[in-house]
């Protein structure tokens, strides 16, 4: 069984900081992770996703997440934040065996102060 | 473009009517699944299906129903509808390897007076 937990249902941040999403993991193997973003009226889009080749994964927007093993996370962040940020984000998991069907964290709604 | 097709946008239903909820993709997906998303419960899942002619339950399957007959298609049918349904909608779709992401439609939105 697998399970996603994202700490925080909502962060506030100024334009130009730095954004950091949390994003914590349990699975029995070997997961493949994911960042989802949502603007308003608008479906998921993926923003990047973990799938063993690298620890530290680039995005799009300028958003990357690292894997660590070792704490179960995976993170995502962004240097400067930009107001068009504003949006939810979802992590998901998807592991590499059983039904694949991935299980989504409940989500974090970044909001961007100017 | 390839993506996943989501009619209608919107739906006014009253209570104890029956729709379906139409979900298209283009991209030869194995799996699709649908979602409802409502404030503070994030995503859950209603019903999935792994390839033509196969679907199974997700967390929250009461009072609606698929059937996917082709890999293409996979609509969503409420019963008879009821205001708790009110809800947004989400059809997604994916490879069914576990290493890619999902492809989302843009939603209907449906609210049960």
């Known amino acids: 069984a697998q399970s996603v937990t994202q700490l925080g249902s909502h962060v506030s941040v100024s334009e130009g900081a730095l954004v950091l999403l949390r994003c914590n993991y349990s699975s029995s193997v070997p997961p493949y992770l994911f960042w989802y973003v949502q603007y308003p009226n608008q479906g998921l889009q993926l923003l990047l996703k973990?799938?063993?080749?690298?620890?530290l994964v680039k995005g799009i927007n300028g958003f990357e997440a690292e894997f660590k093993k070792s704490e179960t996370s995976f993170h995502l962040t962004k240097p400067s934040a930009h107001m068009s940020d504003a949006a939810e984000y979802f992590c998901a998991v998807r592991l590499s065996g059983g039904s694949y069907i991935p299980t989504f964290g409940r989500g974090t709604s970044l909001i961007v102060h100017p | 473009n390839a993506g996943v097709t989501q009619t209608p946008k919107f739906q006014v239903l009253k209570t104890g009517q029956s729709m379906t909820l139409q979900c298209a993709q283009d991209m030869n997906h194995e799996y699709m699944s649908w979602y409802r998303q409502d404030p503070g419960m994030g995503l859950r899942l209603i019903h999935y299906?792994?390839?033509?002619?196969?679907?199974d339950q997700g967390e929250v399957p009461n009072g609606y129903n698929v059937s996917r007959s082709t890999t293409e298609d996979f609509p969503l049918r409420l019963l008879s509808a009821a205001p708790s349904q009110t809800s947004v909608y989400f059809c997604a779709s994916s490879y069914s390897a576990a290493s890619y992401g999902y492809t989302f439609g843009s939603g209907t939105r449906l609210t049960v007076v």
């Open positions: 299906s792994v390839g033509a002619g196969i679907t």
């Open positions: 973990y799938t063993s080749a690298a620890t």
